[in-house]
């Protein structure tokens, strides 16, 4: 039974009596919420409760995250994929957790820099000081796991360098590293242990050590600002109430961070695709292909700029920047209680702490500059330099000759260079952000197509889209001599004039047909004009008998471009039936192109020119690419093109038969 | 022992102003938690579809049924498998007839692969529901009706399809899953 309180009546007072005589839960909240603060509440002191609040979002979108994430090198970039483009608020749900990640980084500086300037640290609260930072150090290995759940691209490459500096600790080293990745190579095992790290080992250690600390901060009370010039005041309502805002405004921080870009889009009258609104999902990881828009996330990108320093030093380097050098850093803050003893050791302190944020502000300004610095660099400046750079190659000699031997000018430009340099290297890793941001995108699409995510997993999908692969392909094997560029775009000229080969840009179209066809063109650095087929004889034919207009009116010109391209499977498809047999017949009559050409059942013999059959369409561009020097196509007349399908007996192919098909699709504009 | 703030009523707003700013706060990762787990809940069942089995020629006009796979194109979640078995039906004819019987081989009573005993009966081994080869109820048996059947087409060039769907277990009443 419980004894009757005075003045309280109703059932739910008798509840709360009853759970307290037997729980005691009234003297439990009071003691929680009833805690004197010296000379009052104030907002600097919210910063730990606001990463409590924190904390306390990450376990709960973390658990709902999940319900739905599955570790698996198959399964990993697949089912976040499936969380952010298809489960209904499945993106609020990631983006709250990824940008909380963020702002816990942010509020512990902030709860750091604020215990170390009002001497919080110092005796008898010690060890809570120390307790505190083994809780940073856990919230930045929760920060660095998560960071690779994903298993996109950017996750992947970034997690690598981490591990791969793991493995650089004295004689534990090695194993360390794969004990964490499970293994000598990234897989399965490496999703698992991260994930058990990330949401099993981790947070549960910074639970324990958490409550520590709380229990720690209570018995010692609130450590005041000093002076104390104002009243005391209670933790409840008073300090809590300035928590609740803090910890309003932090949320409310990390909404607008999510929703803001999609606010926009909306009051630009645009439809938003929520699966691209919040935390980013890059393209699966893939270790075959390169990555060079790698960084860590912004609040390592300190440590990423700080091993430059020791750019050249090799291991030794790294070692020391990795490890040595914030090892040493962190050990001074260990010892900060203990200097704090000392009349100038809190004046040491501060100092210390905020010169250590202060480096790190610069070293990540340092970093930001290098990889934006194209953005803000005024190149009209440079352009001279970079012109002369791209002619000389930085070669001293080379560029005194290029400005007539005026040494003080060729000083002047010479100068210019780093910046030149530092411009390209930044241009190339925006250029490599784009790709990125551009694959990330492709993918989620490739994978939301009706068939879904072969079992395999999306990187067979993304291995086989024509779309992405299809231009590194032409990068890697075809560009050296082909380009691949529409003329009527301002840069064609330039790199018309480097390239080597015929231009395949829109190849199979009528464009492109009526360009061969043009006496101006044929000759020219988009066709035959930097082969050996210059001087060949269809230059000669296009230069010479087509130019006769008694036999070819334009009409019948036109007849034989449009049945090209209705044999590319390109043409338009409006081109009416009458105009290509016409143009079939041109083709095939041995007066006019079935001269030298083969087309279908025409009786001229395979070797003398390509055949015309199918011309344009995939299979006789597999055939062509698969082995340029078969009679159907160029046989003994083939100018440098190498038979990318045909090796020798026991050797590999340049290209396999699917990568054939890859480069085919995509230059015939079919993925 | 109770302690007063200064200002009581300045102290009352205080409190139900912390209260709201705090539950406030803990609500958007709830909120967007239970939003996300309920996605579940808009996901229809694929609508039932007749799925080509076999040929007649494989079903023995004896009266036996025979165990077949049910293959289709699968989406599960983010993954597509293309022709995958995803269930099994038992088919049986009598002796010179076209007409083909198709059970699906799901038990009625709790959901566990119903087995064919012999040439005899069918029996769960789960609890023992016993069914006859036509899929009526043999007594004394914990399942709640007799085995469900599936419509099923027999085409003109002999080819045998199933209307393959799922039924909810545990009930009297066959009623399709949605």
Redesign the interface.
Known sequence: MSKPREGRAGPLHWLGDFLDDRTGWRGLIHEALYERVPGGARWRYVWGSTLVFAFMTQVITGLFLWASYSASAQTAWESVWYIQHEMTGGWLLRGIHHFMAHAMVVLLALHLLQVVIDGAYKAPREVNFWLGLVLMMLVLGMALTGYLLPWDQKGYWATRVATNLAGLVPFIGPALQKIVVGGPDYGHHTLTRFFALHAGFLPATLVAFLVVHLALFRKHGLHAKQPITRPDGMFWPDQLLKDTVAMLAVMAVVLGVILVPAVRTMLAGGQVDWGHVGAELGAPADPSQPYAAARPEWYFLFLFQFLKVFEGWGATGEFLGAIVVPGLIMGVMFLMPILGNWKLGHRFNVAFTLGIMAGVAVLTGLALNEDYYALWADKQQVAEAAKLFDETGGDEAKLLAAVGGDRAKAAEIAGQFDSVEKIRRSEAFLAAVQTARADGERAAELAGRPERIPPGGALELVRRDPLSQGPRLFAQHCASCHSHVDPAAPEAATILARSSAANLHGFGTAAWMKGLLDPEQVAGPAYFGNTAHKDGDMVSFVQGDLQDADAWKPADIEAVIAAMAAESGLGDPKTSPAVIDLGRDHVSNEERCGGCHRFRDNGTDLGIACDLTGWGGREWLVGLITDPTHERFYGDTNDRMPSFGKAAEGSVPRLTSDQIGLVVDWLRGEW | MT?E?SDSRR?FF??V???A??G???L???A????????PL?RKAVAAAFLPVTELSAIPDDGVPRQFAVIA?R?D??????SEPIGAVYLRREKGSRKVEALTATCPHAGCFVELEGTRCFRCPCHNSTFSLDGGIVQPSPSPRPMDSLECRVGETGEVAVKWQNFYTGVAEKVANS
């Not at chain 2, 967007?32 to 996605?39: E, M, P, R």
């Not at chain 2, 979640?77 to 293309?82: D, I, L, R």
Request: hydrophobic share 55%.
């Open positions: 302690i703030t102290g205080a409190k102003a912390a209260v700013c705090g406030l706060a803990t958007v990762p709830v967007a938690g239970v939003w996300a787990l309920l996605d808009r194109d989406v979640a983010w993954t597509g498998y293309p």
